[in-house]
C-alpha cells in the first residue's frame, strides 16, 4: 500500500502552482512535530506527573492544568527557531508572544489553544490542540502587537487541529479542502488516511452543554426544543445527543459523521458573548468546517466575517451541518 506521509502532502501542495508558499509548509511541519510532542506527553498521563493543575491561572480567569502549560511551552519553543513566524498569541498568554530579537522572523502569525478540552485530561478523554495561522501586514517592521492579529477569520492561511484521542490525528486546511493524517507510532510520521473530508449536510446528531439551558436565548432554546421533540415535533425527526466537552473532539465526530455542535451564548454572563474565543477556537474551527461543506456562524452572522476586537474575544458558535446551522441561525435572524 502507497501511504502518503504530511511531508509528502505538503511538498505536493507547493508544487501545485500557487496553492501552499514553502514557508507555510515549513511551518506546519513545525507545528506538527510540536503536535507529535504533545501527543507523546498526553499519552504517558501519570507516568509522567504531568496531570492535574498547574496551580497558575490564565487571563481567561481558568485554573490551569499541567499540560496547559506544557502544551503552550512545546508549542513556543518549536516554533520560535523556525524563521516563519513574526509572532504567536495563545489561550495560556495574556499578551502576543514576539519572536526574540536575535532570531530570524517569517512573515505569519499564529494563534492556538495549545490543550483543548482540558477539564478532561484527568480523565482520559480526548484533548486537543487548534491552530490559525494569518499574514502579519507587511508594513510591520518590528515586534507585533495585538493589534497585528485582529484580522476576521476570511484572512486566514492556514487552520487545523490535532485531536490527541484513541489515534491522534491532524486535520489542516489551507482554504482547498480539509484532510485528515492519522500519526503512526511506529515510524513517528502523520500519514493521510481522510482526504477531502466532507461534512454531511443533514444530521440526526447534536451537541450542546444541556446542563445550561435555562440560561440561553430564546432562538436557542426553541432550536434545541425542536430537536428534543423528536419525530412528533415540528422537525418530524429523532435526534440523538453527544457531549465530550472537548470542541476538538465534537468538531472531529462532526467532520466524519455529521452533526451540529453549539455553545450558545448564556445569560448569567450579558457581557460575554460566549464561552469559545473566537480567534483560535471560533475562527479555525469554523474555517475547516467551512471547508468542509459545513457552516459556521454566531446565531447572526458568519463567524469567519467577524472583525475582532481583543485577542481574546468570545464567540458564540454553531458549527456542523449546513441544514440544521442554517435553520438555528435563521430562528437568530
Ligand atoms: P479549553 O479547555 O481550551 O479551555 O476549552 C474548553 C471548551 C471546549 O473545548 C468545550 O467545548 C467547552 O469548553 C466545554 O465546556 P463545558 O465545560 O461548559 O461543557
Ligand atoms: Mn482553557
Ligand atoms: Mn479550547
Ligand atoms: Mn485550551
Not at 119 to 137: H, M, P
Not at 160 to 179: A, D, E, I, R
Not at 210 to 238: C, F, I
Request: glycine share 10%; aromatic share 8%.
Amino acid at each position: 500500500m502507497s501511504r502518503t506521509s504530511l511531508s509528502r502532502f505538503l511538498i505536493e501542495q507547493q508544487r501545485k502552482a500557487g496553492t501552499l508558499p514553502p514557508d507555510l509548509r515549513h511551518l506546519i511541519e513545525t507545528v506538527a512535530r510540536a503536535c507529535k510532542a504533545i501527543s507523546h506527553s498526553v499519552n504517558k498521563g501519570a507516568l509522567a506527573g504531568i496531570l492535574g493543575e498547574a496551580g497558575t491561572g490564565n487571563v481567561q480567569g481558568e485554573a490551569q492544568k499541567k499540560l496547559d502549560v506544557i502544551a503552550n511551552d512545546v508549542l513556543l519553543e518549536a516554533n520560535e527557531w523556525g524563521g516563519n513566524l513574526a509572532a504567536m498569541a495563545s489561550e495560556e498568554m495574556e499578551l502576543p508572544y514576539s519572536i526574540p530579537d536575535g532570531l530570524p522572523r517569517g512573515r505569519y502569525l499564529m494563534l492556538f489553544d495549545p490543550l483543548d478540552g482540558s477539564s478532561n485530561i484527568d480523565v482520559n478523554i480526548s484533548v486537543g490542540t487548534i491552530f490559525s495561522v494569518l499574514e502579519c501586514d507587511e508594513s510591520v517592521t518590528g515586534h507585533p502587537t495585538e493589534a497585528d492579529f485582529l484580522q476576521p477569520g476570511t484572512r486566514q492561511v492556514a487552520a487545523g487541529y490535532t485531536v490527541y484521542g484513541p489515534q491522534t490525528m491532524l486535520v489542516l486546511t489551507f482554504g482547498n479542502g480539509v484532510y485528515g493524517f492519522t500519526l503512526d507510532r511506529e515510524n513517528g510520521s502523520f500519514v493521510l488516511t481522510h482526504p477531502e473530508m466532507k461534512i454531511p449536510e443533514s444530521t440526526g446528531e447534536f451537541a450542546i452543554n444541556m446542563s445550561n439551558m435555562r440560561h440561553w436565548e430564546a432562538p436557542v432554546q426553541r432550536y434545541v426544543g425542536e430537536l428534543l421533540a423528536g419525530k412528533t415535533g415540528p422537525l418530524a425527526k429523532d435526534y440523538n445527543m453527544r457531549w465530550v466537552a472537548s470542541m476538538v473532539a465534537e468538531v472531529h465526530r462532526i467532520l466524519v459523521r455529521g452533526g451540529v455542535f453549539m455553545y450558545p451564548k448564556d445569560a448569567r454572563n450579558p457581557a460575554k458573548p460566549g464561552k469559545l474565543r473566537l480567534m483560535y477556537e471560533g475562527n479555525p474551527m469554523a474555517f475547516i468546517v467551512e471547508q468542509a461543506g459545513g457552516m459556521a456562524t454566531n446565531g447572526h452572522q458568519r463567524i469567519l466575517d467577524i472583525q475582532p476586537a481583543a485577542l481574546h474575544e468570545r464567540v458564540a458558535v454553531f458549527l456542523g451541518s449546513k441544514e440544521e446551522v442554517a435553520r438555528v441561525t435563521a430562528y437568530h435572524n
